[in-house]
């Protein structure tokens, strides 16, 4: 697990977060057979008041949306130790499964996405320009489920003239420990184990502004829905403004900004507990359970107020396995 971030000052405020989550680490829910798309496009300039807002709540499951807890992945079942003890836990051996002559079960994972935007303004000048774009489909590469893009522009027209805009982007991702072979798309993957372990993570990203002049450009985006685990989970958050001209204020932006990351991320590890037995069969098939092994957590919070040149902020958490 890494953290990286850097702060300079210029004219202005220029933030980067990148988060990296590799190895033990999230693993992308398959589209569901059936898959849709929602796009939109807003845009217009108005003088006066306008009201804009934007809600995206999107839970999906790699079987089905039931009451927790989530279906583990294998078979449970029992060994016996060299002095006749039991030892209980989990298993993917395909020898096993052909014995019982059933499918293995590959584990559960669940995504809950959400995201939501309003954009509020009065007395005043304003230019609005949304893109969204939300697909189910599985994406990979540079591909997002989730791809919203919007610019918002804002002059006073009086010293009671004002622009404010809230937007949040989430993922809470949760799963329990998983087949590897499942998650595996190309033939060629090295799996070391029979499972991928579990893991809780639930990252948020945002930003906030409250101006009487000035531009601000944003950028939201997430991916958590592929056809393996080749493809990680991504999310991306950025956002941009500067000055606006004008001849009460001059070249200026006006007001305050600010942008967040908060993020909780927890992983496990598949502890292997074949008990040691001389008397055992040598295919005795590899047993595990899951154990938690990691529990992070970042915050980070950025806020200019007054004449500002230039803000920009640039936030990136990718988790895969690897």
């Known amino acids: 697990m890494r953290f990286e971030g850097g702060v300079s000052w210029l004219t202005g405020l220029m933030v980067c977060v990148l988060l990296i989550s590799m190895a033990d680490a ?37 079987t089905s949306l039931h009451e927790p807890p989530l279906i583990p992945g ?79 522009a804002f002059v006073a027209e009086n010293p009671f003239g004002q622009v404010i805009s809230d937007e949040d982007l989430l993922i809470d991702a949760a799963g329990t420990h998983t087949t590897a072979e499942s998650s595996a798309l190309c033939p060629f993957t090295i799996v070391e184990g029979l499972f991928i372990p579990p893991f809780c993570n639930v990252v948020q990203m945002g930003s906030s502004i409250d101006l009487s002049q000035g531009y601000v450009t944003t950028s939201a985006g997430a991916r958590f829905v592929s056809e393996s685990s080749a493809s990680p989970v991504t999310m991306d958050y950025s956002i941009a403004g500067g000055g606006i001209f004008s001849s009460e204020r001059g070249n200026s932006m006006t007001g305050s900004m600010s942008s967040y990351i908060r993020a909780h991320l927890q992983e496990g590890r598949m502890a292997e507990i074949t008990p040691f037995n001389p008397d055992a069969l040598p295919d005795t098939p590899r047993g595990f359970v899951p154990v938690q092994s990691a529990d992070d957590t970042y915050s980070e919070s950025t806020t200019a107020r007054g004449s500002i040149a230039l803000f920009a902020k640039e936030m990136h958490f990718l988790s895969g396995t690897g």
């Open 26 to 62: 999230d693993v992308p829910v398959n589209a569901s057979l059936e898959t849709m798309s929602i796009s939109s496009m807003t845009s217009f300039d108005c003088e006066g008041t306008i009201t804009q807002s934007n809600t995206i709540a999107w839970q999906q499951s790699g």
């Open 74 to 152: 294998g078979f449970f079942t029992v060994w016996f130790d060299q002095f006749g003890n039991p030892v209980y836990g989990w298993t993917a051996d395909p020898m096993l499964a052909e014995l019982l002559e059933e499918t293995i079960p590959t584990g559960e994972v669940r995504y809950t996405a959400g995201y939501s935007a309003i954009t509020l303004s009065a007395q005043g000048s304003t230019h609005l320009t949304r893109m969204v774009d939300v697909d189910m489909a599985n994406k990979a590469g540079n591909d997002d489920n989730i791809d919203i893009n919007t610019h918002l």
